[in-house]
């Protein structure tokens, strides 16, 4: 998976001003994305803080890794 331009402060950042009430327009335009990355990051992380999000984080990359250990072991069983 790609990793992100943006770091989780970054991101928590920009929400925050966009919460402020900046124009998405000129938010973007600023931090160089598009107004898709915008919405989806509000959709994912919106109302979070960076602690939150690390943890988000952290919980997703173990999951991940569970799986494939779920997939290996199944497949040992076939």
């Given at each position: 998976?790609?990793?992100?331009r943006f770091?989780?402060?970054?991101?928590?950042?920009?929400?925050?001003e966009?919460?402020?009430?900046?124009?998405?327009?000129?938010l973007?335009?600023?931090?160089?994305?598009?107004?898709?990355?915008?919405?989806?990051?509000?959709a994912?992380?919106?109302?979070?803080?960076?602690?939150?999000?690390?943890?988000?984080?952290?919980?997703?990359?173990?999951?991940?890794?569970?799986?494939?250990?779920l997939?290996?072991?199944?497949?040992?069983?076939?």
């Amino acid at each position: 998976m790609r990793k992100s331009r943006f770091t989780e402060e970054q991101i928590v950042g920009i929400l925050q001003e966009y919460a402020a009430g900046a124009k998405v327009s000129e938010l973007c335009r600023k931090h160089g994305m598009s107004d898709a990355t915008l919405y989806k990051w509000k959709a994912k992380y919106g109302g979070m803080t960076v602690s939150e999000l690390r943890r988000l984080k952290d919980l997703e990359a173990e999951n991940a890794e569970l799986k494939r250990l779920l997939a290996d072991a199944m497949l040992d069983n076939a």
